[in-house]
Each structure stands twice: as C-alpha cells, then as structure tokens.
C-alpha cells in the first residue's frame, strides 16, 4: 500500500556535499513522522534526522550542525542535505515514515525504503 523510494546517494569526497530524497507513494491519508537512518558496515543501524509532520527536527549528534532534514507535505517527500561529509558517514542511508493509513481511523504503519549508498572517500 505504501512505498518509500530513495535517490541521491553515491560517492564523494571528505568535505564534499550530497542531498538524498525520498517519495512516499500509495495508498495512505496522511505521514506523521519522517526521517533518515543508516547502517554502515559492521554496525548497528541508527538514527540520523527526524521530522516532525510541522517541521521539528531531531539530529544524531554526530551530524549536527553537518546535515540537514527537511520535507515538503504537498509532494509526501523528505530531503536530507548532507555537507562537510566525513568518511565516517560512509554508509547505506534508508528513509524512513510513519504513516497514518485512513481518515477516519488511527492506524498507522512504518514503512521503509530500500535505502542508497553514501561512500565518502578520497
């Protein structure tokens, strides 16, 4: 019913800079929380930024001050601006939304993308 597609990831060098989208599509009323994880290798998954449906924001303070989430409600999208990356940010990034299904009902669902790589390196 709902999908999360990803883009904008890909290989730059260390201060470099990248913006990363996702678009969520199908069925659904509205999305509550939005956000970015990622997983670099031999680690656990973790939170980078978060969004509020009116716009308050939650940082990893490891990016802080460094990246930049931001969304836009009409097109059910999400941006995460990433500047002076680091090797360290090396790592697949997935979006993530909390989804209000209906209406007329609070059921809600949390969906995915497939997540897109970021590679910092000279």
């Known amino acids: 019913q709902v999908q999360l597609v990803e883009s904008g990831g890909g290989l730059v060098q260390p201060g470099g800079s990248l913006r990363l989208s996702c678009a969520a599509s199908g069925r659904f009323f509205s999305i509550n929380n939005m956000g970015w994880y990622r997983q670099a290798p031999g680690k656990q998954r973790e939170l980078v930024a978060t969004?509020?449906?009116?716009?308050?924001?939650n940082y990893a303070d490891s990016v802080k001050g460094r990246f930049t989430v931001s969304r836009d409600n009409a097109k059910n999208m999400v941006y995460l601006q990433m500047n002076s990356l680091k090797p360290e940010d090396t790592a697949v990034y997935y979006c993530?939304?909390?989804?209000?299904?209906?209406?007329?009902?609070?059921?809600?669902?949390?969906?995915w993308g497939q997540g897109t790589q970021v590679t910092v390196s000279s």
């Open positions: 969004i509020t449906s009116v716009g308050t924001t």
């Open positions: 993530h939304a909390d989804i209000r299904l209906y209406n007329y009902a609070a059921a809600t669902i949390n969906s």
